[in-house]
């Protein structure tokens, strides 16, 4: 990736609808220029798709939580399988330190968060978890 390509993520991660007329134009370069260099982030895999972003405003109503767990050894496979059958979980990370995954959930109140919670605790394989609600969003740059 040269600087052509990076600054073409960067204004598609601003307006993932930006056209290719105007990235050519932002970027001071012919549209077929665009068109290739998009063909190809697409085809090596550096883009994997385009996105929706959804605001605060539609995020209302949903509770987030980010929930650390430390897991037995060798029980990662079975737990993500279980995992992935839990519609509330959204994302899961690997991690280094003292935790094995992180976790991110999402839910419709606290009654249906708490029994999320309880079930990613009696997980076959869960040590121990930890919970972090949260509560506004101060920073998001995630693209």
């Known amino acids: 990736m040269d600087e052509l390509d990076r600054n073409i993520l960067t204004l598609l991660g601003a307006d993932a609808r930006m056209s290719v007329a105007t990235l050519a134009r932002r970027l001071k370069v012919a549209r077929s220029t665009i068109q290739a260099r998009l063909e190809r982030l697409e085809t090596s895999g550096v883009i994997a798709g385009y996105t929706l972003k959804l605001g605060e405003a539609a995020r209302q109503g949903r509770l987030r939580a ?26 899961v ?4 330190g003292r935790f094995d995954l992180l976790l991110q959930i999402a839910a419709s109140n606290t009654q249906l968060l ?10 076959t ?7 972090l609600i949260h509560l506004s969003t101060r920073l998001d740059r995630a693209v």
């Open 66 to 91: 980010s929930v650390l767990l430390t897991i037995e050894p060798r029980s990662q496979a079975a737990i993500l399988t279980r995992l992935k059958g839990i519609s509330e979980v959204e994302r």
């Open 93 to 96: 990370f690997t991690t280094s």
């Open 114 to 123: 708490d029994q999320v919670l309880d079930q990613i605790g009696a997980l």
């Open 125 to 131: 394989g869960v040590k121990s978890s930890e919970s």
